[in-house]
């Protein structure tokens, strides 16, 4: 094995598509998965890749300091990529506590286990943070963030991801840890946990049920294939500069309504049902408190320098995660019982 590199957060979302890429890519690398397992976390989405030779799972925590410590000894890590996180924000707003603790605290055990076991050994070695445009706050009509734009989070989510943030570049600059950050916009495809609009408005829809459309539905997200976004990674880990920061979006902006009302279109000819069928079940509901109205990035740097592109449109990227989970229903089925339930009567109630 050339290298051993530790993927925190493997089998959240992200992660697995991530960790999936650089298993099945780089046969001479060792691809360590570190994952908690919370409610967001699973195993089945790494089914296909478990048994591959360069392929590792730990279960452990990243608030854990000592447990961290005595991993990064034990395997020696070259890079690590950061994934691990709380990322639903409207569970940020009812535990703001839990991202904290490991948005902010479980990234500076990272760093700090990185620090000390490259100490003097720094050359070839990269800490790469995996974080999101939210650091950036809410744009109004116009303009787009660049990798310039100051921070302003807005939510504990977003505030806890602008902290890790800071905590990577203080690393970089007080002891010469080589890092790059990534800030992305919101992703979709599969293996997305249904707190998350596209997979619960999916779910809802199979199920018939109301589809929760918060506020006036006006509110303007950029959509990025998750696979776009780990290839985007693999080439700012290999071919990005050490210190600095590259934005990933999908050119790709709308605002929630339009994009429930193509969803509800695509899941009405998925589902050989009468179009217009789905839309009926939109419901339009209270407002997420500190609701940011527009996010939209500018990824020309990534695209100018290292020459990443989203390689999907949006109708055929939606197209696929539709038809992945129609075909895969039992993965919804297996996490959507007991504490999701729960989750959603208390969210939604
Ligand atoms: P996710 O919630 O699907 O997965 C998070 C993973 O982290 C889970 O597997 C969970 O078990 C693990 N985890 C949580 N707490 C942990 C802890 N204390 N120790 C170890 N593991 C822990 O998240 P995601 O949507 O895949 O996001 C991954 C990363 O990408 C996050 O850092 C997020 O901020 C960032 N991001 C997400 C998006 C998006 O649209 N989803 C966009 C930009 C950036
Ligand atoms: O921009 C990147 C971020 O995108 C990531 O950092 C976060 O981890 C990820 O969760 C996502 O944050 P959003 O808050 O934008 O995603 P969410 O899917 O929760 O909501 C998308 C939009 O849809 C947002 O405007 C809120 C709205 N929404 C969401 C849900 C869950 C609804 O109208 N109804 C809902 O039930």
Same mark, same amino acid.
């Given at each position: 094995m050339t290298k051993t590199i530790l993927i925190t957060g493997g089998a959240g979302f992200i992660g697995s598509h991530l960790v999936r890429l650089f298993v099945n890519k780089y046969s001479d690398y060792r691809i360590v998965n570190l994952d908690k397992?919370?409610?967001?976390? +699973? %195993?089945e989405n790494l089914r296909d890749i478990e #048994?591959? #030779? +360069?392929y590792i799972f730990e279960k452990g925590d990243i608030i854990d300091s000592v447990y961290i410590k005595d991993l990064f000894l034990k395997y +020696?890590?070259?890079g690590v990529i950061h994934l691990a996180a709380e990322s639903h924000v409207d569970r940020s707003i009812a535990n703001p506590m839990d991202f904290i603790m490991t948005n902010v605290l479980g990234t500076v055990n990272l760093l700090n286990a990185a620090k000390d076991l490259w100490k003097? &050994? *720094? &050359?070839?070695k990269l800490f790469y943070h995996v974080s999101t445009d939210e650091v950036y706050g809410s744009l109004g009509d116009k303009g787009l963030f660049l990798e310039t734009t100051p921070y302003d989070p807005q939510s504990p989510y977003s505030s806890s991801k602008a902290s890790s943030d800071h905590f990577v570049r203080a690393y970089g600059n007080t002891y010469g840890l080589p890092f790059v950050i990534s800030n992305c916009s919101n992703n979709y495809g599969p293996?997305?946990?249904? *707190? &998350? %609009?596209l997979p619960l408005f999916i779910n809802n829809i199979r199920n018939n049920e109301s589809l929760p459309v918060y506020g006036d539905g006006k509110f303007t997200r950029d959509w990025l294939y998750v696979i776009d976004h780990a290839i985007a990674i693999d080439k700012i880990y290999h071919e990005g500069s050490n210190g600095e920061t590259y934005n990933i979006g999908g050119f790709n902006e709308w605002t929630n309504i339009n994009l429930i009302k193509v969803l509800c279109k695509q899941m009405d000819i998925a589902l050989e049902k009468e179009v217009g069928t789905s839309e009926g079940l939109i419901t339009y509901v209270r407002d997420r408190p500190g609701h940011d109205k527009r996010y939209a990035i500018d990824a020309n740097k990534l695209k100018n *320098? %290292?020459?990443?592109?989203? #390689? %999907?449109q949006f109708e055929e990227g939606l197209a696929k995660t539709i038809a992945w989970y129609l075909d895969n229903e039992e993965w919804m089925d297996n996490i959507t019982t007991g504490d999701y339930q729960n989750y959603y009567k208390e969210q939604y109630r």
């Open positions: 397992l919370t409610y967001a976390g +699973n %195993l #048994s591959a #030779s +360069n +020696n890590f070259d003097g &050994k *720094e &050359k070839g293996n997305q946990f249904p *707190e &998350k %609009l *320098e %290292l020459g990443w592109e989203p #390689s %999907l």
